[in-house]
């Protein structure tokens, strides 16, 4: 299993991708978790083939998450995909992304291969794959989600301030992912994560590895120094990737 960060920057950030994480079994399977207006473009230019990806799953459907989903379609309309495609979300969202995906080929109404709409359970499995859900305090309800391929485990926020459940469901990760705004404390009832919070779940739950997204541009220099004393935590960047079979972080730049 591995995975790679197509983007892990906020809604405007204007040096890096909107937030994502591709996951990759070791059967090349492959899920994109959300698809921000950015993502596309980053899955380009990493070449690959227009079936490598089974999987979309959303973790809610502000812009910033799910509005490449159009480009995306349309690439695979376009070099003419065949093989299903499988998008998860909650069944609340879903008119969102339907109207999204017909954008993909207006004005006809389908595209030359199928998509299967499935409800984001508690708790339920896709393939050899354990995935779980639960939400975090957002805006819109956002759905964090592990996933757990055989021992191997991975955690990812996708947005919002954790909750008693979400924090649950990251316990025990190998690897896990903290949307994280801002360097100082945020009120309780605040709808984003931050570091004094982020830094709290790395240590009362003994994470091996937490990476930090959705960050401002502004502060990232600040919280990569914040970060510094804490082997395993880190700020995630775009191009990151990581080899849980070899437990080891490595960074591709897939820019000419």
Same mark, same amino acid.
Not at 77 to 82: A, E
């Given at each position: ?13 204007? &040096?890096?991708?909107? *937030?994502?994480? @591709? ?18 473009? =980053? ?21 910033? !998450? ?5 480009? #995306? $379609?349309? !690439? &695979? ?19 969102? $992304?339907?109207?999204?995906?017909? #954008? ?21 499995? &896709?393939?050899? &794959? ?6 975090? @305090? ?17 955690? +990812? ?29 945020? =009120? ?12 709290? #779940?790395?240590? *009362?739950? =003994?994470?091996? *590895? ?19 004393? +804490? ?18 972080? +490595? ?6």
């Amino acid at each position: 299993m591995k995975i790679d960060v197509p983007g892990c920057g906020s809604a405007f950030s204007r &040096w890096q991708n909107t *937030s994502a994480l @591709r996951v990759i079994d070791d059967e090349n399977r492959q899920w994109l978790i959300d698809c921000g207006p950015t993502v596309p473009r =980053a899955l380009w230019q990493r070449g690959g083939n227009i079936n490598d990806i089974d999987v979309l799953f959303f973790t809610h459907v502000h812009p910033d !998450h799910c509005t490449g989903l159009p480009a #995306l $379609l349309n !690439h &695979w309309k376009s070099f003419n995909r065949q093989k299903t495609l499988v998008i998860y979300s909650q069944p609340e969202q879903r008119q969102v $992304l339907m109207q999204l995906a017909l #954008l993909a080929n207006w004005p006809d109404k389908t595209l030359c291969f199928p998509i299967e709409w499935r409800d984001s359970e508690a708790d339920f499995h &896709w393939q050899h &794959w354990r995935i779980r859900t639960a939400p975090t @305090r957002h805006e819109m309800t956002n759905l964090a989600v592990r996933i757990d391929i055989r021992q191997h485990s991975l955690f +990812y926020s996708g947005d919002g301030r954790p909750t008693e459940s979400s924090i649950s469901l990251m316990a025990g990760a190998d690897l896990a992912f903290q949307e994280c705004a801002s360097l100082s404390a945020l =009120a309780e009832d605040a709808s984003h994560g931050d570091f004094p919070g982020c830094l709290k #779940l790395f240590n *009362s739950l =003994a994470l091996p *590895s937490l990476g930090l997204y959705h960050c401002n541009d502004a502060i990232l220099p600040a919280l990569k120094l914040a970060c510094r004393p +804490y082997p395993g935590l880190f700020v995630s960047h775009d191009g990151l990737q990581y080899d849980f079979h070899q437990q080891r972080f +490595y960074t591709e730049d897939y820019l000419p």
